[in-house]
Structures are given as structure tokens and as C-alpha cells.
């Protein structure tokens, strides 16, 4: 759970207690300049009531500022407080499935930020008083005070049927909302498919669609928060100038002076002000509700993560896979299933397979990037969440099948980004893949900014440099996914010599491949087929098994072609 500083609270409404007595100032002055100056035409009376007026005015401006900066303190107390947890939920939202990462904790807080910095947050702070000002209005006389009170229930009628109407509207908004972003979002991410298959049109069709869909929804929610905040301030207005009538008939009755007459209708103003700014900012107020309730369960989901007693030795020795079952997060289907193998230090696994049969899957599960639904991975006998992920990161090497470099330059995408990174560790990272030589052609070497997504550099230049980025360090543990699938010959003769030299340093080398040649570095193999692990062995014996499961479909009348 998200926890509230609610000494701060506390102390903005102290000084809206303050603020809201110090509002009565304007309504008090005007009932002594009626009632007392105009009667006595006393010009020092005015001069003292003016400098009295002028000074509690001042005093007033200068809390509702502090209150004001405080309330902003708070928001950016919280953004300090959560921002960090919120980008890491945010970025991590793709590997706990779909439930999960419906909406941008990142967005939500931002949200939640700006609304505690603006006005809506402080007039929430001042709608209780409205109970105080009814009540000094029937202390100018009984029956204004039940006309006042009268209509101040109509307006809390009004808020009370806005939030039952416009609630699901705006949850139903919000949704299409996101859905259109998440279309703009996926054409950003995929722009040279759009461009070179003349999708463009196509997916603007496809959007053009969803933002209608979120137009029609928000109008939806927006008619229902519009109508109530017309009506209510029109309301407000009527019963205000009704009520000022209806002090004149009490003054003229001698009820009531008439500067009680004026002051009930300012201090009535002020009474509903707070709910009509309320009624008005609904929208908005609820969208931060939602917000706030967002950030709530994706904190209370994320709260039951262990903390870690200790960092464990660093692995040397083995990895071993034992009943493995893997699926999609948040799905409960295996992609892969019933994986066992032990390999040792220095040992180089390649794992074929045909399209589908989980060798990605396979690959994301060792390296932790998903969590198994069973069985289990381990480096030196302890599983992989025994390690913060931080920390595990350290001992892992990892080349995605879908590459994605940040905007910088190449040597902090070679360092993984941290800044206490020495220049010698990027040029021993780049020379352990064999991409220094590459590097050093470009004019600034390993200063060269790559642009986003990098850009700046062909499909065999990002692969490579992602190759380095992966043995930075000397990890333990080093998962290739069709670390080939870009190069050219040069590039394929450094990734071979680079799987040598980390297998001479120890490490575990694992290639997820199509193309065969790669394997050569490779001395163990593990074939699978439907999700299914189908032999695994030293490389030998698997292609000889491999041959031989290949005759006998000849022998059964397969044709083979080439």
C-alpha cells in the first residue's frame, strides 16, 4: 500500500482553518460599513475597518500560498518517493503478463503529481467548511440560515448524482484512451514496416477507429460533468441572488440591517464556492482517483516481492535445469515443458529447433527474464530469484532475438548503462566480442551516439555492439537468441571467436541458432520440437541421432529435397 504523509495533510488543513476565518474578513467589513460607518459617517472608522481589512487580506494571501506550496512539496515528495518503483513496474510491466500492464504507473503518478501542485487538491481542503459558513449565516438570522442550507443540499444532490453518472464514463473513457495511445505507440515502434509494406494508411484507418472510440467515450463523460457543473453554478447564482432577496424583505421587515443582509449573501457565496469548484473539476478529480487507485494495487501487487537476506557467492560452476515448464506471463499455457539438463563451466550448449518449438521462451526463462510455472533454473545449486535482480544481472549475458539499443552512445550501451563504468572494462567488453575494430571505424569510436533504438547504426552494427553488451563484465551465464541472424562473414567469424574466448574464460555459453555453422563453438546440443525437449548430449552424438531419426523418415518415404 501507498503510504500518505498525513502530518503534512494536517498541517494544510490548519492553515485552511485559518484561510476559511480569515474569508469571513470581506462579509464582516461589509456589515460594519453598513451597519456602523454609513449610520455614523465616521470616515476614521472606515480608515481603521480599511487598514484592519487590508492586513488580514494580506495575512490570507500569504497562508494560502504556504498552503499551496505545501500541498506541491507533497506532490513532489511522493513523485521522489514512488517515481523510481514506478519506472521499474513500468518497464517491467511486458514480463508480468497483460492484466498487468494495462495502464503506466509512470502516467498515474505524474497525474497524482499535478493535481496535488494545482488548485483542485486545496479546494477539497475547504469544502468541509461549508457546514461553518451555513452556520454563521443562521446566526444572522434562522430563516436565511435554512434557505442557505437548502440550497447548499441541492448542490450536494447534484455532486452526489454527478459521480454516480459520470463514474463508469470516465473508467470507460480512460480505457479507450489508452488503447489509442497504445495503437500510435505500436506504429512509432514499427515505422519501417508501415513505411516499406504501405501500412501507413491502413493502421491511421485502424487508429483513426480507436480515437473515435476515446472522442465518443470522454464526450460522454465530459456531457455529464459539463451539464452538472452548468447546472450548478447556475444554481448557485440563483440561489445567491434569492437569497439576497430575501434578506432585503427581511430588512425591510427591521429583521435584519441591511448590511446583515449583504453579508449572509457574500458568506453564502464563499460557502458553495468550494462545492461548485468541486462539481466543476470533477472530471478531472476523478480521473486522479483512478489514477490513485491504480497506483494502489500495482503497489500492494508489487509489495509481496521478497527482500533478499544477502548477496550469494558469485557462480563458477554449474547451471542446471531441472523439469523445466515455461509460458507467456500472465498465461497459464507452457511453451515449453519438461526441459532438464546440466551443463558445467566453460560448456557450450546450442539449442535447435523448429519456428515455435520455444527457443526463445527458453532462452528468456534462463536468463530470468520470465518466471518458470515449474521446475527450476540454477547457477551453483541456487535458483534464480535468489538473487536480486540487480545483482544476477552482473553474472548474466544476454542477446535478444529482437535487438533494442538506448539513445546514447555505444559505450554506455556496452556498459549496460552504469556510471561508475571503467573505460577499460567497455574496450575489454568490446574486444571479448571482437566488435573493437568495428567501433574505432566510426569517427568518435565508443563516444558515437547511436540515436534511438540505435538508429544511426545497420541491423549487423546493432547486433554486434549488443553482442558486447552482453559479455560486459564476464558474466557466468550467456544466452545468444540468433545472435547471427545480421551478420555478414567478418561478423560471423567474431561472434565464433568470441564464444571461444568466454568459454575459455569459464563461462557458460548457450546459442539459440537456425543456421548450424554458429554450433561448431558449441559442444553440447539440445534439440526441441512442440515446446518438447527431444535428445540433448554432447554435439556428436545429437547430429548422429539427428541423422539417424532423418534416414528412418527417408526410409518411411519422406522426400528430401536439396
Not at 500560498?65 to 518503483?85: E, P, T, V, W, Y
Not at 484507418?205 to 459539463?226: D, N, P, T
Not at 464556492?273 to 478529480?285: G, H, L, Y
Not at 515455435?356 to 510455472?373: D, E, I, N, R, Y
Given at each position: 500500500m501507498l503510504n500518505i504523509n498525513y502530518r503534512i495533510l494536517w498541517g494544510v488543513g490548519l492553515f485552511s482553518m485559518v484561510t476559511n476565518l480569515l474569508m469571513l474578513t470581506g462579509p464582516l467589513f461589509m456589515l460594519q460599513v453598513y451597519d456602523r460607518v454609513l449610520t455614523s459617517q465616521s470616515v476614521p472608522t472606515l480608515m481603521v475597518l480599511g487598514?484592519?481589512?487590508?492586513?488580514?487580506?494580506?495575512?490570507?494571501?500569504?497562508?494560502?500560498?504556504?498552503?499551496?506550496?505545501?500541498?506541491?512539496?507533497?506532490?513532489?515528495?511522493?513523485?521522489?518517493?514512488?517515481?523510481?518503483?514506478?519506472?521499474?513496474?513500468?518497464?517491467?510491466?511486458?514480463?508480468?503478463?497483460?492484466?498487468?500492464?494495462?495502464?503506466?504507473?509512470?502516467?498515474?503518478?505524474?497525474?497524482?503529481?499535478?493535481?496535488?501542485?494545482?488548485?483542485?487538491?486545496?479546494?477539497?481542503?475547504?469544502?468541509?467548511?461549508?457546514?461553518f459558513y451555513l452556520g454563521v449565516v443562521f446566526l444572522l438570522h434562522p430563516l436565511l440560515g435554512w434557505f442557505a442550507l437548502a440550497g447548499a443540499v441541492a448542490l450536494i444532490i447534484m455532486a452526489v448524482l454527478n459521480e454516480l453518472l459520470s463514474k463508469n464514463r470516465m473508467r470507460e473513457a480512460n480505457q479507450a484512451d489508452f488503447e489509442e495511445q497504445s495503437i500510435a505507440q505500436a506504429s512509432v515502434r514499427n515505422a519501417e514496416c508501415l513505411a516499406s509494406m504501405g501500412m501507413g494508411e491502413?493502421?491511421?484507418?485502424?487508429?483513426?477507429?480507436?480515437?473515435?472510440?476515446?472522442?465518443?467515450?470522454?464526450?460522454?463523460?465530459?456531457?455529464?460533468?459539463?451539464?452538472?457543473?452548468?447546472?450548478?453554478?447556475?444554481?448557485?447564482l440563483a440561489i445567491q441572488s434569492f437569497l439576497l432577496g430575501f434578506?432585503?424583505?427581511?430588512?425591510?421587515?427591521?429583521?435584519?440591517?441591511?448590511?446583515?443582509?449583504?453579508?449572509?449573501?457574500?458568506?453564502?457565496?464563499?460557502?458553495?464556492?468550494?462545492?461548485?469548484?468541486?462539481?466543476?473539476?470533477?472530471?478531472?478529480?476523478?480521473?486522479?482517483?483512478?489514477?490513485?487507485?491504480?497506483?494502489?494495487?500495482?503497489?500492494a501487487h508489487a509489495s509481496g516481492e521478497r527482500d533478499y537476506a544477502g548477496t550469494l557467492p558469485e557462480p563458477k560452476e554449474?547451471?542446471?535445469?531441472?523439469?523445466?515448464?515455461?509460458?507467456?506471463?500472465?498465461?497459464?499455457?507452457?511453451?515449453?515443458?519438461?526441459?532438464?539438463?546440466?551443463?558445467?563451466?566453460?560448456d557450450g550448449l546450442g539449442i535447435l529447433g523448429p519456428s515455435?518449438?520455444?527457443?526463445?521462451?527458453?532462452?528468456?526463462?534462463?536468463?530470468?527474464?520470465?518466471?518458470?510455472?515449474a521446475g527450476t533454473i540454477r547457477l551453483d545449486k541456487a535458483t534464480l530469484d535468489q538473487w536480486p535482480p540487480e545483482i544476477l544481472g552482473r553474472h548474466v549475458g544476454y542477446l535478444p532475438q529482437d535487438i533494442e539499443l538506448f539513445d546514447g552512445t555505444i559505450a554506455q550501451n556496452i556498459?549496460?548503462?552504469?556510471?561508475d563504468t571503467g573505460f577499460d572494462e567497455v574496450i575489454a567488453a568490446g574486444m571479448l566480442s571482437e566488435c573493437h575494430g568495428m567501433i574505432l571505424q566510426f569517427a568518435?569510436?565508443?563516444?558515437?551516439?547511436?540515436?534511438?533504438?540505435?538508429?544511426?547504426?545497420?541491423?549487423?552494427?546493432?547486433?554486434?555492439?549488443?553482442?558486447?553488451?552482453?559479455?560486459?563484465?564476464?558474466?557466468?551465464?550467456?544466452?545468444?537468441?540468433?545472435?547471427?541472424?545480421?551478420?555478414?562473414?567478418?561478423?560471423?567469424?567474431?561472434?565464433?571467436?568470441?564464444?571461444a574466448k568466454l568459454r575459455e574464460k569459464g563461462a557458460i555459453v548457450i546459442v539459440i541458432a537456425h543456421r548450424t555453422k554458429i554450433l561448431a563453438q558449441?559442444?553440447?546440443?539440445?534439440?526441441?520440437?512442440?515446446?518438447?525437449?527431444?535428445?540433448?548430449?554432447?554435439?556428436?552424438?545429437?547430429?548422429?541421432?539427428?541423422?539417424?531419426?532423418?534416414?528412418?523418415?527417408?526410409?518411411?518415404?519422406?522426400?528430401?529435397?536439396?
Open positions: 487598514v484592519l481589512v487590508a492586513l488580514l487580506f494580506s495575512f490570507y494571501g500569504v497562508l494560502d500560498f504556504i498552503r499551496l506550496r505545501i500541498m506541491a512539496h507533497m506532490g513532489h515528495l511522493l513523485d521522489h518517493q514512488l517515481s523510481n518503483k514506478a519506472f521499474d513496474l513500468y518497464t517491467s510491466s511486458p514480463l508480468r503478463g497483460r492484466g498487468k500492464a494495462a495502464f503506466n504507473p509512470l502516467s498515474d503518478l505524474k497525474q497524482v503529481r499535478r493535481f496535488l501542485s494545482g488548485p483542485g487538491a486545496v479546494t477539497l481542503f475547504d469544502l468541509p467548511w461549508l457546514p491502413t493502421m491511421q484507418a485502424h487508429w483513426l477507429v480507436q480515437r473515435i472510440k476515446a472522442i465518443e467515450m470522454a464526450g460522454k463523460a465530459s456531457k455529464v460533468s459539463s451539464l452538472f457543473g452548468a447546472l450548478s453554478k447556475t444554481m448557485r434578506g432585503a424583505y427581511l430588512a425591510i421587515a427591521q429583521e435584519i440591517t441591511p448590511g446583515a443582509m449583504i453579508a449572509a449573501s457574500i458568506i453564502f457565496a464563499r460557502a458553495l464556492a468550494p462545492a461548485e469548484q468541486t462539481i466543476a473539476q470533477w472530471r478531472s478529480i476523478a480521473e486522479v482517483r483512478f489514477s490513485w487507485q491504480r497506483l494502489q494495487e500495482v503497489f554449474t547451471l542446471a535445469v531441472q523439469e523445466l515448464a515455461v509460458a507467456a506471463p500472465g498465461e497459464q499455457k507452457p511453451l515449453v515443458k519438461g526441459v532438464g539438463f546440466m551443463l558445467a563451466a566453460g515455435g518449438s520455444g527457443k526463445s521462451t527458453l532462452g528468456k526463462a534462463l536468463v530470468g527474464a520470465w518466471s518458470p510455472l556498459c549496460r548503462f552504469h556510471e568518435d569510436g565508443y563516444d558515437t551516439r547511436i540515436g534511438r533504438g540505435g538508429i544511426q547504426l545497420s541491423a549487423g552494427q546493432r547486433q554486434r555492439i549488443a553482442l558486447a553488451r552482453a559479455v560486459f563484465g564476464n558474466p557466468f551465464l550467456v544466452v545468444l537468441d540468433e545472435p547471427n541472424s545480421n551478420l555478414d562473414v567478418d561478423g560471423d567469424e567474431a561472434l565464433a571467436n568470441s564464444i558449441t559442444n553440447k546440443l539440445l534439440m526441441l520440437e512442440g515446446g518438447l525437449p527431444q535428445v540433448f548430449g554432447p554435439k556428436e552424438k545429437v547430429f548422429a541421432y539427428m541423422q539417424e531419426q532423418l534416414k528412418k523418415r527417408t526410409k518411411k518415404g519422406l522426400k528430401i529435397v536439396g
